[in-house]
Nanobody
Framework: QVQLVESGGGLVQPGGSLRLSCAAS????????MNWYRQAPGKLRELVAS???????NYADSVKGRFTISRDNRKNTVYLQMNSLKPEDTAVYYC?????????WGQGTQVTLSS
């Protein structure tokens, strides 16, 4: 079955960096668009970044120039490098993909900005 397992979250000061990882299994990773979403307390879940099978990328305006999504097809892993973090980046970050008509989510990893 499809599994997505995120890691790499934590507590970081504003201006700091984190790299999130999402290890995927149960589907043909190399063929899939992979997405990172986030959900802050009291807010709707929002799309942060996407990477296609051709490694084309898209970003939310709020993270452009600060976050970078990448993938390693040998490791079936997608990454989110987050730099220049801001307090408003505090959220649970989720990995997401679609396979055979169904949407799959990881369990999420918490990112907290605190000075």
């Amino acid at each position: 079955q499809v599994q997505l397992v995120e890691s790499g979250g934590g507590l970081v000061q504003p201006g700091g960096s984190l790299r999130l990882s999402c290890a995927a299994s149960g589907f043909t990773f190399v063929l899939n668009v992979m997405n990172w979403y986030r959900q802050a307390p009291g807010k709707l879940r929002e799309l942060v970044a996407s990477i296609g099978s051709d490694e084309s990328t898209n970003y939310a305006d709020s993270v452009k120039g600060r976050f970078t999504i990448s993938r390693d097809n040998r490791k079936n892993t997608v990454y989110l490098q987050m730099n220049s973090l801001k307090p408003e980046d505090t959220a649970v970050y989720y990995c997401q993909t679609r396979w055979r008509g169904l949407t799959y989510w990881g369990q999420g990893t918490q990112v907290t900005l605190s000075s």
